[in-house]
């Protein structure tokens, strides 16, 4: 099993180089002279000559490229113009409030997709099959930051139910003393059963707003995949045995099904995570997309970089993992491997 | 299928026939393609007919609610909201469309050669292909919209950036399975070189299967383009596009005044949704097989 992990881990490998590469790339073609972006606008040739040397930026491309995959390795990202704060602290201290988000995001959708996508499969032509297919089309089409305000002008301002959009916590209430960074989840080992309510009242609407938008590619390769498995011959020959119809759809054909599902989450995660960039600014949500929002309109390029870099590396990451479920929920990829 | 040609039928008529059972088996196919036509018409004369201009702001009139003469309201600096929404449309597409085509042509050209050649090319083309794709693709494109500059050229840049890899494996998958089809040989018996192959024999066939993916991701590219504008790059206000009118509204949204985002997002939803399913309806045209 180790082998194998090890053995995925070589195949992320050139993912990663290619990321590197390419966030170096985006660095490098920075509109303008970025010497004398730094050296500011009354600086002097001179000025700009030892601010370029100063940055290394008078090197052939190959030794910047190395001096900046030295930086990485140690950590440095850069520090941002407008925080004053080394990219690589700020990010850390952010990505927990994006996580939580995303990860509830996505668990309230797979709760809500993988049954609806079953339930249409088993009773096909139904009216349940038809829902489906209705979120499965409307879901693709909504852009998430207008489902995001529409959400809020309903649950907000017309019933109430929510309250007002602006980040993790009402600023009545202090942050659980740190755990995972996960408020809920540390409000919950700190025993703090008001601040735990306070965290959820906040989380849900962005939370669900984002599972709306990623229970679409879910339900449709639910669908299609117990579809495909309810169509094939053991599923029939555990039919034609006498079990229970339950019995076949849940134990037979269902874990079979699974597969494909899986595999799509490596999809679900790349507009997730490009989603929660959106549905952060629509919320306030103090995360590392509205990090790189600010940044991005003050010009303020190392913190743009770094979110891109560790958007990506995080991707990467996601995708192996999903890789090593795979191999644990099916024994068949294990022994080819 | 009850429409098959009975063999007297010639190809042309079989996809007609074919293309007239899709409109009449599915009727929502059939408003996808009026609402594409009047989204098309818009862009084009959009401009001409609204009866206000959409750049104008009328103070005393700001934040109102749709009435007879602000059928969609007016924003915080007293401009209708219809106007700026039908404007708006042309910028949209425009930005869609000049992406897409890019993608088209880049992306299923790389796609073609890499499919058709193999070897080196292939591999090349597909470690590109799978450098974008290790990216979450929306955080890909801030990226290069905040490296390239803020302009719209660039969004539509970046926008076809992210798409390259679908447009590039389909083409090389379909190019794949022709590169020793009988009508290759043909052609390469008869002495034309790889290339004009390539271009007159290999790339007009799989000409359906790229069309489908022009429409399935046309959509993509215009929430994308709305998105990177909602966050503030590309387009800069008082310009009227759905992305940015969203924006202007959200910070009312919390006091109520609903029109302002919801009206430019609903017709962005609707641009989206027709487009999906246009693609959908042409799927089913081009290629039966793989229906839902």
Redesign the interface.
């Known amino acids: 099993m180790l082998k194998q992990i090890a053995g995925r881990l070589a195949t992320a490998l050139?993912?990663?180089v290619?990321?590197v590469?390419?966030?170096f790339l985006?660095?490098r073609?920075?509109?303008g002279d970025a010497a004398a972006y730094f050296a500011g606008p009354a600086a002097t040739p001179e000025a700009v000559a030892q601010i370029r040397a100063q940055l290394g930026l008078d090197q052939p491309l190959i030794v910047q490229f190395l001096a900046y995959v030295k930086d990485l390795a140690t950590g440095n990202l850069g520090t941002s113009l407008t925080t004053g704060q080394p990219v690589l602290d700020d990010i850390r201290a952010r990505l927990p409030a994006s996580a939580e988000l995303t990860l509830l995001g996505l668990l309230i959708s797979v709760a809500v997709a993988v049954p609806l996508g079953v339930l249409a499969a088993v009773r096909q032509g139904s009216w349940i099959d038809h829902l489906c297919r209705v979120v499965a089309?409307?879901g693709?089409?909504?852009?998430?930051?207008?489902t995001g305000?529409?959400l809020?002008?309903v649950f907000?301002?017309k019933l109430g139910w929510a309250p007002?959009?602006l980040g993790r916590l009402d600023f009545f209430y202090s942050a659980p003393p740190t755990l995972t960074g996960f408020y809920l989840v540390d409000s919950l080992a700190a025993g703090e059963f008001e601040l735990f309510r306070a965290a959820w009242s906040q989380i849900w609407l962005p939370a669900v707003t984002l599972a709306i938008f990623s229970l679409a590619p879910i339900t449709?390769m639910t669908?299609?995949s117990m579809l495909s498995v309810l169509a094939a011959d053991f599923v029939r020959t555990a039919r034609a045995s006498g079990l229970k119809p339950s019995k076949v759809v849940m134990g037979y054909a269902f874990r079979n099904a699974l597969l494909p599902v899986i595999t799509t989450l490596g999809m679900v995660?790349?507009?997730?995570?490009?989603?929660n960039?959106?549905v952060e600014?629509?919320f306030a949500w103090p995360g590392i997309g509205s990090y790189?929002?600010e940044a991005?309109?003050t010009s303020d390029?190392a913190p743009?970089?770094g979110?891109?870099l560790a958007?990506?590396v995080l991707?990467?990451l996601l995708n192996l993992a999903i890789d090593i479920l795979y191999g644990l929920v099916d024994p068949r990829v294990r022994l080819d491997a | 299928m009850s429409l098959a040609s009975t063999g007297t039928t010639s190809a042309r008529e079989g996809l007609l026939a074919h293309a007239r059972h899709i409109v009449t088996e599915n009727p929502v196919t059939g408003l996808a393609f009026g609402l594409f036509a009047l989204f098309v018409l818009t862009a084009l004369i959009g401009h001409l007919i609204v009866p206000i201009d959409p750049l104008v702001s009328d103070t005393a009139a700001a934040l109102q609610p749709p009435s007879a003469r602000h059928w969609f309201g007016t924003d915080q600096l007293g401009r209708d909201i219809f106007a700026r929404v039908v404007v708006a449309t042309r910028l949209d597409m425009v930005i869609a469309i000049s992406s897409v085509a890019l993608v088209f042509f880049a992306g299923g050209l790389a796609g073609l050669a890499a499919g058709y050649f193999g070897g080196w090319t292939d591999r090349i083309i597909g470690?590109i292909c799978?450098?974008i794709?290790?990216?979450?693709?929306?955080?890909?494109?801030?990226?290069?919209v905040?490296?390239?500059?803020n302009t719209v050229t660039n969004i539509v840049i970046a926008t076809a950036i992210i798409n390259f890899p679908l447009y590039a494996r389909v083409a090389r998958a379909e190019a794949n399975i022709r590169r020793e089809a009988g009508f290759v040989q043909a052609a390469r018996l008869c002495g034309n070189s790889e290339i004009r192959i390539l271009l007159t024999q290999v790339a007009p066939n799989i000409l359906p299967i790229m069309m489908v993916q022009v429409s399935l991701t046309m959509?993509y590219a215009i929430?994308n383009a709305?998105?990177l504008s909602?966050?503030?790059?590309g387009v800069r206000p008082p310009t009227p596009e759905w992305?940015i009118m969203?924006?202007e509204?959200?910070s009312f949204?919390?006091?109520?005044e609903?029109w302002i985002?919801?009206f430019p997002?609903?017709t962005?939803?609707l641009a989206?949704?027709c487009f999906?399913?246009l693609g959908?309806g042409l799927r089913d045209l081009v290629d039966p097989q793989r229906r839902?």
């Open positions: 050139p993912s990663l290619g990321v590469i390419v966030t985006l660095t073609v920075l509109p089309t409307a693709v089409s909504l852009p998430v930051f207008f305000l529409l809020v002008y907000y301002f007002a959009p449709r669908r299609a995660f790349s507009f997730l995570l490009g989603a960039v959106l600014k629509v790189a929002i991005l309109i390029f743009v970089q979110f891109v958007m990506a991707y990467v | 470690r799978d450098t794709m290790a990216f979450p693709l929306f955080v890909l494109a801030m990226g290069i905040a490296a390239l500059g959509g929430l709305a998105g909602f966050i503030g790059l992305g969203v924006a509204g959200a949204i919390v006091s109520g609903w985002a919801f997002g609903v962005l939803m989206v949704f999906n399913l959908d839902l």
